[in-house]
């Protein structure tokens, strides 16, 4: 063996490593700190706590093992999918997989289209998605992988799927249409409705992203917030992708696909029996997953129930409406829609947004960039309205300081988080 490879010599103590490596994290950022405004997704400190002592129970257990080793994580997965199937209104006939995180729900629901469409419509030869601009950046990663030519729409008219567009780029060789509720980029619910109907009518599938907003929206809806429809009760919705680990306030890495019928999961599924170690099947795209982020996710909703999610979704409309007066009040800036979701983004027309954001940053917050068009993107957890005041007054620092400051090159990433 080369040892030259950045190995230590020899054994460290347990205190030497920890010493390391809280030196490593001095300038990392808190996920739960109250000045990050990107994907943080922060339920409460005594929702951390639960969704951590649950995670680190079955820290080492593996969820491919939950037949032979590890049943009990099968009734976890039972049992959350019952209350999501109830949380979107899937029918008796739907099914659901546990997953990774958004990014595999949804390359599984794209692999599943694409496998039927495979059996029924063997005349297709490149399969094609059709997507709204603002659909999460997954689902080119998803083509690019599963061999489907991606059609995404060039404009997204009032911040949402350019219905007239994406209804234009559906051919006989499309697969799947995808709307978001919401997308990543805007935070504004896409015309489910209009779209499903469009799938329907040429008998392909239709998903909604809700990565996003699947722990959100249905709690809105209940305390009267006006929420587009956007689950299985819209005719011609196949699929639903719905991340435990975001305002599910499980720790990552815990989503869900679920499927309008079971019968499509043969589809779904990979199978194998020339393994010389036995019979293989997998219905994700992982192999091994930890089960700390199931039991995480099940202990959550067990502990928060309907009515402790329905208190944390209530504070955090209110957390967005604050938000929602500061950028009003600005003379500067101008929000992109009134978002239905947990996030939103805003613009400020005369001002670098790269220099904006790295203003911010020295004032301690953190923000995600838009580009299309150059905008702030906000994502907020419940805890955030009692610093929306001092957001707001940093905000107008901050573009004044900018308005002083030469324009960067974009291209030099003065501001990023990734
Ligand atoms: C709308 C949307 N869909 C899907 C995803 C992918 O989720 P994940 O990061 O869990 O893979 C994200 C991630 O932020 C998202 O915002």
Redesign the pocket.
């Known amino acids: 063996m080369n040892k030259t490879f950045n190995w230590t010599a020899s054994s460290q103590s347990r205190e030497k490593v920890f010493i390391e490596m809280d030196k490593l994290r001095k300038k990392d950022f808190d996920w739960h700190d109250l000045q990050n405004l990107t994907?943080s997704y922060f339920g409460g400190h005594d929702v951390a706590e639960i969704a951590k002592e649950a995670f680190c129970r079955h820290i080492g257990d593996n969820a491919v093992h939950q037949k032979g080793l590890h049943p009990s994580v099968s009734t976890y997965e039972r049992e959350v999918l019952e209350m999501v199937f109830g949380l979107f209104n899937a029918p008796n006939e739907a099914s659901g997989t546990i997953t990774t995180?958004?990014?595999?729900s949804?390359m599984l629901a794209l692999k599943t289209a694409r496998d039927q469409a495979r059996a029924e419509k063997p005349e297709i030869n490149v399969p094609e998605l059709v997507v709204p601009q603002s659909a999460?950046a997954?689902f080119n990663k998803a083509c690019h992988l599963l061999g489907i030519k991606l059609v995404q729409m060039s404009e997204s008219p009032d911040f949402r799927a350019d219905v007239a567009g994406m209804k234009e780029a559906v051919n006989e060789n499309t697969i799947m249409m995808v709307g978001?509720a919401p997308?990543?980029p805007y935070g504004l619910v896409d015309p489910i409705p209009e779209l499903a109907a469009i799938a329907k009518a040429h008998k392909i599938w239709f998903h909604v992203?809700a990565?996003?907003g699947g722990f959100v929206l249905p709690f809105a809806r209940d305390l009267g917030e006006v929420i587009p429809d956007f689950d299985f009760s819209v005719e011609g919705v196949t699929s639903i992708?719905c991340?435990f680990?975001k305002y599910g306030y499980a720790y990552r890495?815990c989503?869900v696909l679920l499927l309008r019928n079971a019968e499509l999961e043969q589809y779904q599924g990979f199978s194998t029996e020339t393994w010389p170690a036995g019979d293989y099947y997998s219905k994700n795209v992982a192999g091994s997953r930890n089960s700390g982020p199931i039991a995480s996710a099940w202990a959550v909703m067990k502990y928060l129930g309907y009515e402790g999610y329905l208190e944390i979704i209530r504070q955090l409309i209110a957390s967005r409406q604050k938000f929602f007066q500061q950028i009003e009040a600005s003379k500067s800036a101008q929000l992109l829609g009134r978002a239905e979701g947990p996030h939103f983004a805003f613009t400020v027309g005369d001002v670098d947004i790269h220099r904006l954001l790295a203003n911010l940053m020295t004032r301690g917050w953190r923000a995600n960039l838009g580009t299309k068009p150059d905008s702030v993107l906000l994502m907020l957890s419940h805890h955030h309205g009692q610093i929306a005041e001092k957001f707001g007054q940093d905000l107008n620092s901050a573009i004044e300081e900018a308005r002083s400051q030469a324009p960067v090159d974009h291209d030099a990433q003065v501001y990023s988080i990734y």
């Open positions: 994907a995180g958004g990014s595999e949804i999460y997954v978001s997308p990543f992203d990565c996003i992708s991340d680990h890495g989503s």
